[in-house]
Every structure is written in structure tokens, then in C-alpha cells.
């Protein structure tokens, strides 16, 4: 285990690990939540608040009002692969832009770089978009993802079919998720062609399943009975309150790395065996040894 970071011994007292400070903790807030997750069972002091950042959309500045307002009844498709990603390949953004361009929807692309010899008249490039305005609009068909968890949350908060290109960390497991829920589909950056994608596009804009699909993640993300940013500050101030949540903390946390995983116990059961087979053996070779000599004698006699 690698530490976080280091104290100093004399003021501060002895080194501190990453799975110390995660065992200290008293209550988990995780981002996700069971419109997204698959059934598992978890701890007392685990709470989901997955789209805790996602709010209604506001109206677009003008401009992009009226780009949008401009694809008439084929809508818009959003495009972002985060803020990470800041410069694609001059050949893979060909690729995109070449499919991009054959689809009859207005494209908005975040994206920093060279502008692509194959971008299309429906396709405009920005520095940055309001993300959730416009996956909040009425005229948005599809989100082009890096399968992020805000994204991601947007999308379900709003409703709207994902074609899903995950580049690392947590987003494959993300687009798996909403893959299984029917709502999105994937595709790998590293091998896609121009028609892997314009296909992708077609399938999740004209397949009704997907938008059905979509708007029930959203329905039932909606229908909870408190907003997952008023659940998160609640279980804060409770534990503020409290002074912590130590009723709700589970005692494993306070085991060690050989009591977590049963060495204590196995090495006990291992013991027990030997002794048992060894007292099983002495036994069978004190037997052999005394009536066997006690036979031979007879034998003799």
C-alpha cells in the first residue's frame, strides 16, 4: 500500500494509509443509485445520492438557442468526451466528424484542437456547452458520452439515450450499466470506423426502445422521496450532530488484515487437523506395534 501522504512523527504522530482513512469513515455517499446500479446488498452506513448534481435545465444563451431551433423536427445530438481529454488524433477526429456529418441532426461537439477536414455544415465545435441545459432541451435525441458519472446522471435525470465511447477508470463499468438497462450503446474508440458510429447513431436515435428505456431510468431516478442532494446533507448534519455514526459503522472496519480474511480462524481449524491426525496416526502406530508384537509372539510359540 502506497501513503496518501506522510506526518510528521513528532507532531502530528505515525503514518497514515489510504485503507486507514477509508476504515475511519462514518458514513458513505455514493454517487450512484439504483436506477443505475445492478442489486447488491450494502452496509448501514452506506447511502446513494447518485445525481445529487443534477438540476433542470435553464434556458440556452441565443446563439445556441438558435442553432439548436435550426435542425427543425431532427433535433440535436450532444457530443463530449469530458475535460480530460483535450486533444483527440487529427485521424480519429476525422473519423467522428465524417460520421457526424451524415446524420441529418445538428451535432454540438466540445472539443479542443485542430478542426477536422471531414466536419460537416451540421456540426459545430465549442470550447465548452452548457452540458445539462442542453441534454435538458426538448430538441435533444442522443448524448455522445465518455460514460462519465455526472454525464451519465444528466442524461438519466433528463432522459436521454447515450452512445457510450469509455476511455478509462470507472466509465466501462458505467456504459456496462446502462447498456444492461437498454438505454445506451458502445463503442471503442481505439477500433470504431465512421460507419461503426453513424450506425450506433441511427440505432439509439431512431429505435424508440432506447428513448423508452432512457425515460424509464428517469422516471424512476425522479420518484424518490427525498432529492439526493437534500438525502446527502441530511446524513452530513447527522453525523454532525451526532458527533458521528457509530451505531451504524460495522465492526470490520476494526479488524485486522489476517482477522479480515479468516487467516485466524483457518490457521486454528489447520492446527486442530494436524493435531487430530497426528494423535490419529500415533494412536494407529502404537496399536500396530503392540499387537502386532504380541502376534508374533504367539506365532512363535
Partial sequence: ??????????????????????G??????????????FPFPYLPNVEFVGGLHCKPAKPLPKELEEFVQSSGKDGVVVFTLGSMIKN???EKSNVIASALAQIPQKVLWRYTGKKPETLGANTRLYEW??????????????FITHCGTNGIYEAIYHGVPMVGIPLFGDQHDNIARVKAKGAAV????????S???????????????????AMKLSRIHHDQPMKPL???????????????????????????WYQYNSLDV??????????????????????YWKFGKTAKKKKKE
Fill in 230 to 256: 437534500d438525502r446527502a446533507v441530511f446524513w452530513i448534519e447527522f453525523i454532525m450532530r451526532h458527533k458521528g455514526a457509530k451505531h451504524l459503522r460495522p465492526a470490520i472496519h476494526n479488524l485486522t
Fill in 186 to 193: 458502445e463503442v471503442d474508440l481505439q477500433r470504431m470506423t
Fill in 88 to 90: 483527440l488524433t487529427e
Fill in 129 to 142: 456547452i452548457p452540458q445539462n441545459d442542453l441534454l435538458g432541451h426538448p430538441k435533444t435525441r442522443a
Fill in 1 to 22: 500500500m502506497e501513503y496518501v501522504f506522510q506526518k510528521d512523527t513528532k507532531t502530528l504522530g505515525k503514518r497514515t494509509t489510504l485503507c486507514e482513512i477509508m
Fill in 266 to 287: 483457518i490457521g486454528f481449524l489447520l492446527a486442530c487437523m494436524a493435531t487430530f491426525i497426528f494423535l490419529v496416526t500415533k494412536c494407529c502406530l502404537f496399536c
Fill in 195 to 213: 460507419s461503426d458510429l453513424l450506425n450506433t447513431l441511427k440505432a439509439v436515435i431512431n429505435n424508440p426502445s432506447y428513448k423508452e428505456n
Fill in 24 to 37: 475511519k469513515a462514518e458514513m458513505w455517499l455514493i454517487r450512484t443509485y439504483w436506477d443505475f446500479e
